[in-house]
């Protein structure tokens, strides 16, 4: 298990160029079940859950051609197992979403249920109780999700919560079911209006996409899908947010500054300077930085993927800001390792009050998630000394290459490698 080290203090200058979305690439990966042929996928991030989710395609009975330089080219003609065993779904939850194609394609899905995760519980009944409005059987036993339906029939379905992997689930069965589908209170997030317009490049017949509200009419059979994959939001967030914390100077390039104005008005309410290019944003810091509130909420709101980010950022703010998080109920993980470097925070259910404070010392740090893993990366750059951050598997999950991105903007960073 790989660390990474980190000597903080230095202030982070220069160009930084952003991946691609690993959101957006999973769902699309998913949705080639639901297409026979070889599809061709580029801008595809180079990160563990992309590789993991390539892995389930092929014990599908998929073939991946080639998997270089952000190009995926998958054959899917052959796809024929409808079985997503355990081993694969619990390292990544983003693999339920091939239970949806896989009903549509097959007419059956054997789907781990992956089980409660570091940031909640995460259940999966909207996306089973949409199946089911579909007209498929399903029946959970010893761990598994199964199901079937000979053909899945277009329904009407409202979304109790706005679940994002939900909607995408829906949307790509009912692209195949026979007649249509309404869904209702779906998520809007730009990896949602994607995949339904690469379906509709495809042949699928979806409108609504980025409303509330999604219609879909299903057909019989779906073109191979060939569409290059969009640039993070959530990375282009962590980077802005690293510029932030250090009193940097930093330009982030291909990406997409609309997708991030939620956090480019908290940045600047903050004090910070953001410039926005066409595809590119710049963060300046004179080093002054006030403590604000922020809510998180389904898009356009505050991403709650970029929450922890935004409170490490927050520690060192003057005065003290408020961090609700509405969407996952145990996303606070960052906090006790946070606390260990200095930081002043005080949780009161799903509030954080962060009372900034002057600077943060160094500590070893253990990852717990992702984004987690991410504030930590970012307070570490920030801090005064060494720390030493253990468990970067989950970073990897998400961050393509970021201990090289960072070093290239001047921050002192290396990963030490250790064999297991
Ligand atoms: C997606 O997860 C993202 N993952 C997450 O990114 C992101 O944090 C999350 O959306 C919210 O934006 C992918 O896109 C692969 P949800 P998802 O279903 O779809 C509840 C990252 O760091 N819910 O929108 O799994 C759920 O418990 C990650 O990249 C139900 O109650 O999240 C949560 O409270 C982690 N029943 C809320 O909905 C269900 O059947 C929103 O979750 C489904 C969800």
């Given at each position: 298990m790989d660390k990474i080290v980190i000597e903080g203090g230095k202030r982070l200058e220069g160009e930084v160029e952003i991946s691609g979305a690993k959101n957006a690439a999973l769902p699309i990966m998913a949705a080639m079940i639901l297409t026979t042929g070889q599809n061709n996928l580029g801008g595809v991030p180079q990160v563990r859950d992309v590789t993991t989710m390539l892995n389930l395609l092929n014990d599908l009975g998929g073939c991946t051609e080639e998997f270089n330089a952000g190009r995926i080219i998958f054959d899917s003609t052959d796809i024929n197992n409808f079985e997503a065993p355990y081993d694969l779904v619990s390292t990544m939850r983003?693999?339920?979403?091939v239970l949806g194609p896989l009903l549509a394609r097959l007419g059956r899905a054997k789907v781990s249920l992956p089980g409660g995760c570091a940031i909640g519980a995460r259940p999966l009944d909207l996306h089973i109780k949409g199946l089911e409005c579909m007209g498929a059987k399903i029946h959970l036993e010893k761990g598994y999700i199964y199901g079937e339906a000979k053909r899945l029939r277009g329904a009407r379905y409202y979304f109790d919560t706005v679940t994002v992997t939900g909607t995408a689930n829906l949307l790509m069965a009912a692209s195949l079911a026979d007649g249509k589908t309404v869904l209702e209170n779906v998520a809007k997030e730009p990896e949602v209006v994607f995949l339904a317009d690469m379906l509709n490049q495809s042949g699928a017949k979806i409108t609504g996409q980025g409303t509330d509200l999604i219609i879909i009419e299903g057909v019989q059979s779906l073109k191979p899908i060939n569409c290059h994959i969009f640039p993070d939001r959530i990375e282009t967030g962590t980077y802005m947010i690293a510029s932030a914390i250090t009193k940097g100077n930093v330009k982030i390039t291909n990406c997409i500054p609309k997708q991030v104005e939620s956090l480019t008005l908290k940045l600047r309410q903050a004090g910070l300077i953001v410039e926005e290019g066409e595809k590119s944003l710049r963060v300046i810091s004179d080093g002054q930085m006030n403590g604000i509130n922020i809510k998180t909420q389904p898009h356009?709101?505050?991403a709650t993927d970029l929450q922890a980010q935004f409170m490490a950022l927050m520690t060192l703010a003057q005065g003290k800001s408020i961090i609700l998080e509405t969407?996952?109920?145990?996303?606070?993980?960052h906090v006790s390792e946070l606390k260990r470097m200095g930081a002043d925070i005080t949780i009161q259910g799903r509030t954080a009050i962060v009372s900034g404070v002057k600077e943060l010392s160094g500590a070893p740090l253990m990852a717990t998630d992702l984004r987690a893993s991410a504030s930590l990366v970012l307070a570490a750059l920030a801090a005064k000394g060494e720390s030493v951050i253990s468990r970067v598997y989950h970073i990897d999950r998400g961050y393509s290459n970021i201990e090289q991105k960072l070093y290239r903007l001047g921050a002192r960073i290396h990963r030490k490698k250790i064999r297991n």
């Open positions: 983003a693999s339920s979403l356009p709101g505050f969407v996952f109920e145990n996303r606070f993980m």
